[in-house]
C-alpha cells in the first residue's frame, strides 16, 4: 500500500452522537493460560457504593493479575461500600491494603475505585495499574467530521473533549495535554488541547500538511511530519524556541507516525521508502535512521513501552495483526491473531495495548509469555466508528 493512500485513509474521520458511558456493555476477559491471584470482593454495597464495587471489579479483571471468585480468595476485599463512601480492606498473602475513600455520586465512586483498583495491582500482584488511565480515542462518522473522546480504560465515562464538527487526527497524550491534528483552519494542522482548562492552541501554521506528530516524553519537544519541503519529512519541533530540527530526507518516500523512546533519545517511525510502509528508528542526536521490521508486507503505527518493548500493526498473511517485541528489541512476535488491528498503544504496566479493529476500540494483552495472555476486551459496546486510541501512562 502506498503510504499517500495510507496517510489519506488515516485523515477520515467524524462526529459522534452522545452516548452515554454508563451504557456500555465491555466483554468479559477470561483467563486462557498461566494462573492467576484469586481475589474476592465481599464488601457490602449499596447506592453509590454499587458503582465503586462494580468498577472495582472490573478494573481487577482487565488487569490480568487476579481471578476474581465470589468468596474467599487469596486476596478479599471485605468491609462497606456506601453511598457516601467505601471502608474497605483488602487483605492477604501476609499484606493488608486499607482504603477509606469518600466519594459524592457515582462517577465519583468510580474514580475511587479505580485507585483502588491500582494500588490493589501495585501491592498484590507488584505490577503497575492503569485503571484511572484515561484514554484519548476519536470517534469517525463521515468524510471531514469527527470528535477527540476520553474515558478510562473500564468503558465508563466517555467524555467529549472537541465539538468542532471537523477532522481530528491522532490523539497523543502529554500529562493533562492531548496533542492532535485538526482541520479547523481548512488544512491539517498541529493543535494541543489542554484536557483540565479546555484551552487549545495551534503550534504552528506551517506551510504543506501535517501528518504525524507526538510529544516526547519530558513534553518539551514534539516529533512532526511536515510536508512543507516536499515528501512528508520526520522533523523535531522545540516547543520552547519553536526550532525545527530535520531528521530526515527521503526524496522518493514519506514517513509518518513518529513515537519517542521512552529516554527521548530516538524516534521511530514508518516510511514507504521500499514502495511498502516499514518501520525505522532514527538516533535525535546522530540523525541516523535504520530499518526495525523484516517481515509483514505492511508495517505501521509503531508504539513504545516504558521498559523499551515496539509494538505495532503488521500485515502478514490472513490479516494484519498486533507484533510486538521484547525489551530493549528482538524479533517481534504477534500478540493478536490476524484481523484488522490498528493504532496499538502501550498502557504504563508494559503488558497491555489499547487498540482498534472493526471500528471497536479493544484492550490487547501483549505479556511476553503467550499462556500468560487474555483475550482482547473490547472497552465499550457503544455506537460509532471509533479509532486512533492512545492510553496516557
Known amino acids: 500500500m502506498n503510504l499517500s493512500r495510507f496517510l489519506a485513509a488515516a485523515i477520515v474521520f467524524a462526529a459522534i452522537e452522545s452516548f452515554a458511558a454508563d451504557a456500555a456493555v465491555p466483554v468479559v476477559v477470561r483467563k486462557t493460560g498461566a494462573d492467576k491471584i484469586s481475589i474476592s470482593v465481599e464488601a457490602s454495597a449499596d447506592g453509590a457504593g454499587k458503582s465503586f464495587t462494580d468498577i472495582l471489579m472490573r478494573n481487577l479483571q482487565r488487569s490480568g493479575c487476579f481471578q476474581l471468585v465470589a468468596k474467599n480468595g487469596a486476596i478479599r476485599v471485605t468491609g462497606s461500600a456506601g453511598a457516601a463512601g467505601a471502608n474497605v480492606v483488602a487483605a492477604g498473602r501476609g499484606k493488608q491494603l486499607t482504603n477509606n475513600s469518600p466519594y459524592t455520586d457515582a462517577k465519583s465512586a468510580r474514580m475511587r475505585a479505580r485507585a483502588l483498583s491500582d494500588a490493589i495491582v501495585e501491592a498484590f500482584a507488584n505490577q503497575k495499574g492503569f485503571a484511572s488511565d484515561p484514554i484519548a480515542l476519536v470517534n469517525r462518522k463521515g468524510s471531514d467530521n469527527a470528535e477527540i473522546y476520553t474515558c478510562y480504560p473500564d468503558g465508563f465515562d466517555l467524555h467529549q473533549s472537541t465539538s468542532d464538527k471537523r477532522a481530528a487526527v491522532g490523539p497523543r497524550w502529554s500529562g493533562s495535554d492531548i496533542y492532535y ?21 495551534c503550534l504552528a501554521n506551517f506551510k504543506g500538511s501535517v501528518t504525524g506528530l507526538c510529544p516526547s516524553p519530558d513534553g518539551k519537544r514534539v516529533a512532526i511530519v511536515l510536508s512543507h519541503l516536499g515528501n512528508p519529512e520526520l ?8 526550532r525545527l530540527t530535520r531528521l530526515t530526507e ?27 510502509p516499514q518501520i525505522y528508528v532514527v538516533d535525535v542526536a546522530t540523525r541516523k535512521s535504520s530499518r526495525i521490521s523484516n517481515s509483514g508486507t505492511e508495517n505501521t503505527n509503531p508504539t513504545w513501552s516504558n521498559d523499551g518493548r515496539l509494538a505495532w500493526a503488521s500485515k502478514q498473511a490472513g490479516g494484519t495483526c498486533i507484533v510486538a517485541t521484547a525489551p530493549g528489541g528482538g524479533n517481534p512476535v504477534a500478540v493478536t491473531k490476524p484481523g484488522t488491528w490498528e493504532h496499538p498503544a502501550w498502557s504504563r504496566d508494559n503488558r497491555h495495548l489499547v487498540a482498534q ?20 476486551a473490547r472497552i465499550f459496546n457503544n455506537q460509532g466508528n471509533w479509532m486512533s486510541p492512545n492510553w496516557r501512562k
Open 235 to 242: 522533523f523535531v519541533l522545540d516547543l520552547t524556541s519553536s
Open 181 to 201: 491534528i485538526g482541520f479547523l483552519r481548512g488544512k491539517p494542522l498541529a493543535y494541543c488541547f489542554n484536557t483540565s482548562t479546555g484551552a487549545r492552541k
Open 250 to 276: 527521503t526524496k522518493n518516500g514519506s514517513e509518518a507516525s513518529p513515537c519517542w523512546s521512552p529516554d527521548g533519545t530516538k524516534i521511530a517511525y514508518v516510511s514507504d521508502t521500499t514502495r511498502h
Open 357 to 376: 479493529m472493526g471500528g471497536a476500540v479493544f484492550i490487547v494483552d501483549a505479556a511476553q509469555n503467550e499462556s500468560d495472555r487474555d483475550a482482547p
